[in-house]
C-alpha cells in the first residue's frame, strides 16, 4: 500500500521556514556579531553568505522533491460513460 507524503513535507517546509526566520533575528545575529575576521572577512558577513546559500539549496531540494513527486501521478483523464455527451 502506498501512503501520501504530503503532510510530512507541509510540516518540513514550514520548520524550515520558522528556522530561516529564526537564523536571521536577534538573537543569532547577536551571537555572530563579533570582532572576529576569519580570511579576513567579518564573522557576521560570513554567516549571512553562508546561511543564505544553504537555505536556497534547501528550498532547491524541496522543488525538486516536489517535482519528482508530481511527474509519477499522471491525471486522471474524466470518464464519459454518456456517449450523447448529454448530462443525466
Known sequence: M???RKLPLKDAWFIWF?????????PFL???NKNILIFGI????????TGWPISIF?????SI???RDTTR???AEPQNNNPSGEAR
Open 2 to 4: 502506498k501512503t501520501e
Open 18 to 26: 520558522v528556522l530561516g526566520v529564526v537564523m536571521l533575528n536577534y
Open 30 to 32: 547577536h551571537i555572530f
Open 42 to 49: 567579518p564573522l557576521t558577513i560570513l554567516y549571512f553568505f
Open 58 to 62: 534547501v528550498i532547491y531540494l524541496f
Open 65 to 67: 522533491y516536489l517535482g
Open 73 to 75: 501521478q499522471p491525471p
